[in-house]
Structures are given as C-alpha cells and as structure tokens.
C-alpha cells in the first residue's frame, strides 16, 4: 500500500548540530579573546543525529520524545526554520507549520489585520487569505470584534482567533505542535474534534507531542525519538508501548521532595510500595501507604490516580469510606484496586489528611507511576466490561 | 533561492504586510497620527533654516541654499533610517524567525522601503519649499528617479549586511553608529564642498567617492541649482566618476550573499 502513497514529507540522514555560545554570548570582544587564545569559544551539540524516514500523503504521523529528546529540533527542520547540516528534508507540496499559536500577533493591530499579517507569514497571498478569512472569523465566533485592536481581546478570544487561522489555513500539509493541545478542557475538545475531521479528510498531519494518548488516539504511525536517534518507526501501538516502558525504567518523576517544605508535616507520608508497576487491564492494584505521626494525631488517608494528561481519574479517602482514624505512631494501610482502566501511564498521589478529611498533612503528588499495558485497542479513560453481540 | 522568487506573488503580499503594518504602527496612540509624516520634516526643516541661513550664514554664494540643505538632509536621512532599520530588522523579529519559516530578506527589504516612503513624504515637503523658495524647474529633475534609486540600493546592501553583521555581533548597531555619525561630517550635507575645495582639494575628492556624497551633490544640481559641484567637475578621469557606482554595485552584491550565505542561521543563532 505504501508503494502507492505518494510521499509527502521525506527526511534523509538528517544530522543537525549548534553551536552553543560559551560564554558571553555574541559579543564581537569575546569572538577577539577566543580568537586569540585558540578557543572555540563554544560547544557543539547535535540534537539531531542521522535522522530518516518518509510520511506518506494522507498519513497522520506522530513525532514523540520526551523533552530534551530533539522533536522540537526535528519539527524546525522539517518546517525549515533550522537547515540540517547534513542531509536534507524534501516536502511535497505546501507545508503549514504551527510551533506556536498566533505567532507574529500584534496587540495593536485589529483583528482583521492580525489575520491578513499571520496569513503572509504562513505563506498565503491575499486572495487565498480572503477566501479563508469569513470561515475563521466564523469558527472564532468573532465576527464582531474583528475590528477591534487585539489588545482589546481577552486572552481567550485571542486564543480562539489564532487557533482559527490554524484550522483554517489550507495547507498541504499541517505540522502542528503539541502547543495546540494545551488549554481548558473545552478548547482540548475542540482540538480533537478538529484532528478528527483532518483524519477524515485524509490531510497529511504531523503531530508533535509527548502525549501517548493524543498519538494513539490520531496517529497511523509514529516516530519515536531518544537522544537525536530513531530510536522506533512504525505503529502507533508499538512506538507507545516501547515509549511508555522507556518511559517509566528512568527514575520517577519530581515527588513533593523536590517541593519546598514549607513546614515539616506533623503526620508524614514516608513512602509508598506498590506490588507492581505494569499491569494488564483489570489487575489488582496493591498501594502501601507507610506514614509516621509521632503526634498520634487521629489520621484519615487519601489516594488519587491521575492520567498521564493530568486528567482526575480517580480518588477517595479512609473518611468517605467510613473507615476509623488511625492514631498509631508509625504504621501502613493497604488500598486495593481493581484498575479497569485504558492502557496507559498513570500517577499515584496519597495523602495523610485530618480528622474529617478536610485538611492535609502531607500531600505526595504523584509519588509513583504504574503502566497498563496495552493488550486491547480502546480509548477514554474507564475500561468498562463489554462484549460485542451480533444479532 | 533563484532570483526570479525574489518577488514572487507570495513574497509581495508579505512584503506589504509587513509595510502596512510598520505604517499602521508607526503614529500608533498619537492624536494627529499620519500628519506627523509631514510635520516632523516640516519643523525639521523650518529649524534648519533658521539656524543655517539666518544665523550661520553657510552657502550665501549658493542659490536656494535653504532647499539645497533641504535636500541633502532628507537624502542623509533616508540613508540613515534605512540602514537602521536593517539593521534592527531581524533580530527584533527573532521570535518570528525562530517559529516561521519565511523569506528573511522580505524583512530587511520592508525595513528599507518603510524608509522609502518616509523620505517620499520628505520630498512632497521638499518641493512645497522649492515652490516657496522659487526654485525653477527643469526636467532635469526627473535625474532624481535614478539617483534615488542608486542611493536605495546603496543602503540596503548596507542593510543587509549590517542585518547579518548584528546577528553575530551585537556591537555592529554601536560600530554603525558611530560610523553614520562620522560619517555625516564626512559628507557634504551641512557645508558647501566648495568650503573644503579651499582647504584641500584632495579631501574633497576623496569625499566625493562616497556614494551617498555623489548622490546628495547630483541630486542638488538636477533639481535645485546648477552651482553644485558634482563628481563630474571634480575629478578629470572618467573612471574615478563611476567609483560611487562601482561600490554601490560591489556593496549589493556582497552584502545580498554574505545575507543569503548568513540566513541559513538566523533561526539558531538569535
């Protein structure tokens, strides 16, 4: 099938390196010192290393990494604002990057004119600006202010203006990054339901993003890039389970130790265990809670599970489920959790709490993360029991 | 890059864009707004008046010498503001060029024509003075359309090359500067050349190789007054009268590929 796709984006050994600036950044001085001592007067570093593959027209294509991993270098070069120093990026038709929304904005311009400026930035001219210009001033649903200053929007309408000229621009090809999923959860809603209707529209789409879920959820296939390198091409579901195991194998994310400590709490959280940390759906979640309360302050326990996205998946506390407080001086408690959930990564947060569950002693946001893996292909959040029947 | 994108359909639409918007932006919040295009030449010019023909009493053997300086200052600034201007053009778009990509050189180029159109306004006002003053007219006027020309070119190979310069080098913006500063007494604009004839003529050869020197002296003689000593009295080669040219025609071809060569980085070294 493959064969048969026209290519819309090619990448060939791309190797990509800056030199970053010892110090005293860009002073004709400095270059004079360096210059005279022999130094460089700068490091090298290659974000990009030897990097190919091919997106296939109509492919909605994933680039995932963790920070630091050179997606955002890898989408730069692919949108053409670095130039790879060796290798070379060949696009077939017209390219529409969005590294940011509404960038070259400016507040005292109006509405109108913010559209027709952007448009030219992206590279449209103006008869294909005007044929785009009522469809994002309707999709903005701000037909009425459009000749107003920018500086007279609110930040959300602003926002709403600039992701307009995104969904709108009509482009061969989009490459968006994951800037567009940031937001409230109703703007989330609006951008999925947008790639959505992209995916219908067979529109080559690359999308950049750490978010496994927005991946699965679009992507036909995905890179997966560690350290500058490929580290995978192909599926969607095997680049997410190889990135969500790499994922995990490094140390744990910042738990509140990395916060400031205000006030040394008076009932402690000293660690939590876990009886393991991959999971099929379904399996028996087993958390120890061990907590110190020297005080014998009569305690009450809380535990959370969020997504990876942040999302609330679920929580609860010893309180609400009619248990009795505890006012040993050093013990542990034991939830047991059944997780129906969709495969994924999810984070753990415990907390020791007051009498009546209204305040906190001490609160661990996200002490442990726990992998389902993926056995099934599904979407949302609740693994819910199903079963198909034909009739 | 071939040249024959430079201007393509795409690039125009950016580039009057990027002009509108320098204008719409430019009188911003100010109550008279565009009238100012035309009354700050106009104060300008009616201080300059003062002080040179009625105080200092330079160029009283020059005809309409009121119009003459005229004439050289709004050249002088045209020159300076465009190069300015390219200079600043990319890195204070850096947050642009570092999420778009787009034709740098259309910055530069806004930049300079921005200028353009100031010292277009300039000149409206220029020629009410020589209507005021009296200045006859000839055709030879119209040799200002060339010399015009040659002067913008001038400036923006000086502003792509500062553009690019100051990329690398933040200090480029003080070394330049500095340089328009000397460089302003090194031209003919505030005294007659003749005044420095007296004192050496050597000098006023070597002054007259500037290309912004020659134009603002040719420019006088085509539309103010035959009584300007151009190159072409000057020097009694031929070849040294086409040096201006030559550096103007070395300085845009040195200055667009050293832009074009340097571009590439923008992005990564803002």
Redesign the interface.
Known sequence: MADKQNIAVQVEHVTKSFKIPLEGSSGLKQKLINQLRGRKGYRTFTPLKDISFTINEGEFFGIVGKNGSGKSTLLKTIAGIYNPNEGAVNVNGSLVPFIELGVGFNPELTGRENVYLNGALLGFNHKEIEAMYDDIVEFAELSEFMEERLKNYSSGMQVRLAFSIAIKAQGDILLLDEVLAVGDAAFQQKCYKYFDSLKDKKKTVILVTHDMAAVSRFCDRALYIDEGEVSLIGSTRSVANKYLEDNYNRTPGATSEDDEVVEKPRATVKKLTVNATKFDIGDELKATIHYENPESIPLHFGFQLFGQDGSYVFGTNTNNNGLATSTKQKGSIEMKVKLDLVPGLYFITVATMDKGANGVYDYRTNIEKIIIRKSTEVGGVAFLDYEWDAK | MKLSNIFN??NR??L???VV?DF??RY?GSALGYLWSILKPLFLFAILYLVFDQFLRLGRDIEYFPVYLLLGIVLWTFFTEATNNGLQSIISRG????????PKYIIVISGTVSSLINMGINLIVVGVFMIIQGVPVSWDILLLIPLIAELYIFALALAFLLAALN?????AGYIWEVFLQAFFYATPILYPLAMVIDQSAFAAKIIMLSPVAQVIQDARYAAVTENTITGAQLYSHWYIVLIPFVIVFVSIIVGGLYFKKNS??F???I
């Open positions: 359909k795409k639409v950016l009057r864009e990027l918007t719409k932006l911003q947050d642009l060029i570092r999420k778009i990509n787009f990329v690398k080098f933040r200090d590439k980085q992005a990564e070294n």
